[in-house]
């Protein structure tokens, strides 16, 4: 992990903590909630693959303190051969590893029907660079440096996601978004969104004929962890419904009194 920069994380003892489990319980000998197994409390599994002991080892400790369990590879062979085995609900791959480059692992791992959600790290930050990410099979990107809050917020989002997030393209209705190229259209005509316009569309789409509360959206698009007394939602749907329908066409965002929205996909 080159070039990582100051992260909000706590110092951590010295001890190595490399491909091994790291297991943890909160006080009074409880497992930390995490997904459900068969009725069961577990804490979800992380895979980390970063080379450099100390960021992995202060990023292992701060999320096994936030109710994750997470294995350390420290090169992009041991990555591979770990990720292969699956288990994990969610992976971590650095992008500058050794002997093996996160890219080509996580193409490798896509190549061998390996579905379980990768986040990306890296100090590269330019849109090409984010967009490799992304085609080689990441779901997301983070740039270094960055917050420990972050980073665990969009571990959580990638686990919520549905199973159908290794799609590239997207289709309700008139609406197509291309999930590479960042772009989408109506009828043929592209709709020109800022980030979080498209982030919140992309969300509606993956759940057509869905009503979505304002607490859903403000958690999955927006990453609160509290729900605040706000009228954010209601403005950015305002602004993506004028934007998608300027075209003409039937209105497809519909309001759900007393609850939040649908995106409805016409019959």
């Known amino acids: 992990m080159k070039g990582g920069g100051a992260m909000s994380v706590r110092t951590m003892n010295a001890s190595s903590r490399s491909d091994q489990d790291i297991a943890g319980k909160e006080p009074g000998g409880r497992e930390p909630s995490g997904r459900d197994t068969g009725g069961k409390a577990?804490?979800?599994?992380?895979?980390l693959v970063e080379d450099d002991g100390k960021i992995a080892q202060e990023v292992a400790e701060e999320l096994e303190s936030r109710g994750f369990r997470v294995r350390h590879a420290a090169t992009g062979?041991?990555?591979l051969s770990i990720g292969v085995t699956g288990g994990?609900?969610?992976?971590?791959?650095?992008?500058?590893?050794?002997e093996l480059d996160g890219l080509t692992l996580i193409e490798t791992l896509r190549g061998r029907q390996v579905a379980t959600p990768v986040l990306?790290?890296?100090?590269?930050s330019a849109v090409d660079d984010r967009v490799s990410g992304l085609k080689a099979g990441g779901d997301d990107y983070l740039t270094k440096p960055f917050a420990m809050e972050e980073l665990a917020a969009r571990l959580e989002a990638l686990m919520r996601r549905p199973n159908n997030t290794r799609e590239t393209m997207l289709r309700v209705g008139p609406l197509a978004m291309d999930l590479i190229e960042r772009t989408?259209?109506?009828?043929?005509?592209?709709?020109?969104?800022?980030?979080?316009?498209?982030r919140l569309l992309?969300?509606?789409?993956?759940?057509?004929?869905?009503?979505?509360?304002?607490?859903?959206?403000?958690?999955d698009v927006w990453?609160?962890?509290?729900?605040?007394?706000?009228?954010?939602v209601d403005v950015h749907i305002g602004k993506l419904r004028r934007k998608i329908d300027e075209a003409g066409g039937?209105?497809?965002?519909?309001?759900?009194?007393?609850?939040?929205?649908?995106?409805?996909?016409?019959e």
């Open 42 to 47: 577990s804490r979800p599994r992380v895979l």
């Open 77 to 79: 062979p041991e990555g």
């Open 88 to 98: 994990f609900d969610v992976m971590i791959v650095d992008r500058m590893l050794p």
């Open 120 to 124: 990306v790290l890296s100090a590269l």
């Open 184 to 198: 989408v259209t109506r009828d043929g005509t592209e709709i020109d969104l800022l980030p979080r316009e498209f």
């Open 202 to 219: 992309e969300y509606l789409m993956r759940r057509p004929n869905q009503v979505l509360t304002r607490n859903m959206l403000l958690e």
């Open 223 to 232: 990453n609160y962890r509290f729900i605040p007394q706000t009228n954010l």
């Open 250 to 266: 039937p209105p497809l965002i519909q309001s759900i009194r007393g609850t939040g929205f649908m995106l409805r996909a016409p």
